[in-house]
């Protein structure tokens, strides 16, 4: 059977056994187009079909967008991945590190041990996390009555470090933080340096932190599984007028303008006859950036947002400056040295340098690592490599 029968079948067999409401799922190789589809709805109970150009929430996909426009900045000498990022944010020497809480649920906190630095922010080995996966910052959060990253505010990013700076992974809100660092050292709001360095070069014209008209229009909705299990259509959305674009995870946008980002990389950093990132970037972006620690599973403490989460459990993978990297073969037949990473609502993406090949896939559901998401994820990724081997 051919790949685009083998990945429309299975597909459509995940629309129809109710595991998603739409999917859009493309895969390609520096230069072509090797399988495209859409499947299902934008919005269960409603006519509108997904559709290649369907919108939607890409969250923590941002990251690696983001961790592009700084290296950008690091290529130009306006950011440094190894000096302190107090150099430009002052405000983040005042974070510390929680060492727990006294008898009357208030935190106790220490300085840390060492800066925080650019790299240790794009590596998730700043000590920051998030509270969908760590019940410390949720503890924090409650007694200190901080709000929540998803509030899009400034006071979001003031949690504290669970580790000293370098020491472990934790994956959190190390890529906002680096998207502020961006936007101090610019002079810009980080939507317009990204449209300006990265989204507007790639020709992304449907990606963007605000949900302008004419994506609006395409906007699939994020759905939740009701008690039955049954999908049912929700109201979730980031503030459109945030005091802070967050850079880990506030961007909305299409699976073909992501291809575009991930074709680049696979590129060697040039798209449209551009050098949009430097190769040695992009080299950056590729190898292992953590060197002996590793990257670990996500414990859920908002089971709502997420479930507990791993690429791959049981196999090697470290983090580079924007991506996880694989250390050894998936069982779906990603190469070793691949590069991955997702969004909170269940959308996807891998970028194989060895074979020069990579794939982009999106559904909109809410908690992460929803199985009946992740596994056509995994069957379309393994389609590809068992056609194409």
Do not use: C
Not at 308 to 331: C, M, N, S, V
Not at 337 to 348: C, E, V
Request: neutral net charge; proline residues 6%.
């Amino acid at each position: 059977m051919s790949l685009k029968l083998t990945v429309d079948a299975l597909l459509q067999q995940a629309v129809d056994a109710g595991d998603v409401p739409g999917v859009v799922a493309i895969a390609a190789d520096p230069e072509r187009i090797l399988y495209e589809g859409a499947f299902g709805k934008r919005v269960l109970g409603q006519p509108a079909p997904m559709t290649l150009d369907t919108v939607g929430w890409i969250a923590s996909m941002t990251k690696a967008i983001t961790s592009a426009a700084a290296l950008q900045l690091v290529e130009r000498g306006k950011l440094d991945l190894h000096s302190p990022v107090s150099r430009w944010l002052p405000e983040i020497e005042s974070i510390r590190v929680l060492e727990g809480f006294d008898a009357s649920g208030r935190p106790r906190t220490r300085a840390p041990s060492r800066p925080v630095t650019l790299a240790h922010l794009l590596t998730h080995t700043s000590g920051f996390s998030y509270e969908f996966w760590n019940e410390s910052i949720l503890q924090y959060q409650k007694a200190t009555e901080t709000p929540g990253i998803v509030e899009s505010r400034i006071a979001s990013l003031r949690t504290p470090l669970m580790f000293d700076p370098g020491e472990r992974w934790a994956y959190g809100i190390g890529i906002d933080w680096a998207g502020r660092a961006i936007e101090a050292v610019s002079g810009k709001r980080l939507g317009a340096i990204l449209q300006e360095n990265v989204l507007g070069p790639l020709g992304m014209s449907d990606t963007a932190f605000k949900i302008s008209a004419s994506m609006r229009d395409r906007l699939a909705k994020i759905h939740h599984r009701a008690a039955d299990k049954k999908l049912v259509a929700g109201d979730v959305e980031l503030p459109q007028d945030p005091e802070i674009e967050l850079g880990g995870a506030g961007l909305y946008g299409t699976m073909v303008d992501y291809l575009k980002f991930v074709q680049m990389i696979l590129n060697r950093g040039k798209a449209r006859g551009v050098q949009v990132l430097r190769e040695q970037s992009v080299d950056l972006m590729s190898r292992n950036q953590t060197g002996p620690i590793r990257v670990g599973p996500l414990k859920s403490a908002m089971p709502l947002l997420s479930n507990d989460a791993e690429f791959f459990p049981g196999l090697e993978k470290h983090h580079t400056y924007g991506f996880q990297i694989t250390a050894e073969r998936a069982p779906s037949g990603l190469p070793a040295g691949s590069l991955t990473w997702a969004g909170l609502a269940n959308s996807f993406y891998w970028i194989d340098p060895s074979k020069k090949l990579a794939g982009v896939y999106l559904t909109q559901i809410l908690p992460f690592a929803d199985a009946g998401a992740f596994t056509p994820f995994l069957e379309f990724q393994g389609a590809l490599y068992r056609t194409l081997s």
